[in-house]
């Protein structure tokens, strides 16, 4: 099964860094105006969704759906669900972190909606990669300089951080106290994060 690439709206400064990420053999989702980063990205879209209020329609030879302006579900949350529908199980979304904080944390909960149906997502930005971390374990290597756990879902507990520069064995971290932010690898180790109960989000932030 290819995996499903959403592309959002949002600027992006470092495309060198995301495209590395990206593959011919991905199915693209250019969300409206995500379409601004098309020929950044020389990938051409596979499907195209939006209401068209922030990008023009190009009217490509490319399955459309166009969307209206009132809807319960942004553009990158119908793009998802659409996906989901076609079977995909492996997700990657690509500008949708930005300077609309109240869409930065929409976008961020869709990892959580994936993670609740045992699908594998990841948001990518200029700087960082995000994902749900909870009883999976998951890893960090010295590729990043920096992670950071938080807790933006609810009650957690079990919280364990190991091979890195503030451990911590079966520990809460509430959402009034973060204090899981800015950790380290240590050198020449691989960090590994888990959560026995609930769910975090683990943000890792490259060198």
Excluded: W
């Amino acid at each position: 099964m290819k995996r499903c690439i959403i592309i959002g709206g949002a600027d992006i400064e470092k495309y060198d860094v995301i495209t590395k990420y990206l593959t011919d053999g991905d199915f693209y989702i250019y969300c409206d105006s995500g379409l601004k980063h098309l020929a950044y990205f020389n990938k051409k879209p596979d499907l195209i969704v939006g209401d068209f209020d922030s990008h023009v329609n190009p009217h490509m030879d490319v399955e459309t759906i166009v969307l209206p302006c009132e809807k319960d579900d942004t553009d990158t949350v119908f793009a998802v669900k659409e996906a989901l529908k076609r079977g995909f199980d492996e997700f990657l979304l690509v500008g949708v972190i930005g300077a609309r904080l109240d869409h930065t944390l929409g976008n961020v909960s869709v990892l959580s909606m994936l993670h609740s149906k045992g699908i594998s997502a990841k948001i990518i930005d200029d700087y960082s990669e995000m994902e749900i971390v909870d009883r999976e374990t998951k890893y960090i290597d010295n590729s990043f300089a920096f992670f950071s756990l938080l807790n933006v879902f609810g009650e957690v507990d079990g919280v364990n951080i190991r091979n890195a520069k503030y451990p911590l064995e079966n520990a809460v971290i509430t959402c009034d106290y973060q204090y899981g932010i800015s950790n380290e690898p240590l050198a020449d180790l691989t960090a590994e994060v888990e959560v026995r109960k609930g769910r975090m989000l683990l943000i890792k932030i490259r060198k």
